[in-house]
């Protein structure tokens, strides 16, 4: 018996539910992205614990948008509140999809225990992000039937336009 795209017996995400926490995932993390490039490239000396708190108070406040959003748009589809199941997958999905600023949050704590320079936890951070963006795009898609060379390819195109994001943001300053 289905249940809002789930068997009773299958713990698996349906096709929906893994779109919609890539989709976020891939949101965050290129809001993340940004941050750590502003922060790096606006800041004469960025502090560790300064730039964390500026990571989490943007990214918290992107969740919460995506979040208020699908509220907004399940309720105009649907005209009616999401249940009880479908409130806790969307929490799940913010809630995931905020894991994407773990590794650069992890440099920073290094950074603040004096292991390497504030800046260079921000560069790290934004090529772990990059690496994130095809990591979460292959666990997403290794079950599709697209293939391996397809999978490989929008692998490549998510790693491609963060790749582009950081030189446009170096080219812009220098």
């Known amino acids: 018996m289905k249940s809002n795209g789930k068997s009773r017996s299958d713990d698996q995400p349906s096709p929906q539910e893994m779109a ?15 941050v750590l490039l502003a922060m790096n490239l606006h800041s004469h000396d960025p502090k560790p614990g300064a730039s964390a708190v500026s990571l989490l108070v943007t990214v918290a406040a992107i969740l919460m948008a995506g979040l208020v959003a699908d509220l907004i748009s399940h309720s105009t589809v649907h005209a009616s509140l999401p249940t009880r199941a479908e409130l806790r997958h969307q929490l799940e999905v913010a809630w995931g ?8 949050l992890i440099l920073l704590g290094l950074s603040a225990l004096g ?25 997403s898609l290794r079950r599709s039937k697209l293939g391996f060379w397809r999978t490989l390819w929008l692998m490549l195109v998510l790693v491609l336009v963060g790749v582009v994001v950081i030189a446009l943001q170096l080219l812009a300053h220098s």
């Not at 919609?20 to 940004?34: N, P, Q």
């Not at 999809?97 to 650069?104: E, H, Y």
């Not at 292991?115 to 666990?139: E, R, Y």
């Open 20 to 34: 919609s926490r890539l989709k976020e995932r891939v949101y965050v993390t290129f809001t993340a992205l940004a």
């Open 115 to 139: 292991v390497f320079s504030t800046s260079t936890a921000l560069i790290g951070g934004q090529w772990m992000l990059v690496a994130a963006l095809a990591f979460f795009a292959w666990l």
């Open 97 to 104: 999809a905020g894991g994407a600023i773990v590794g650069p």
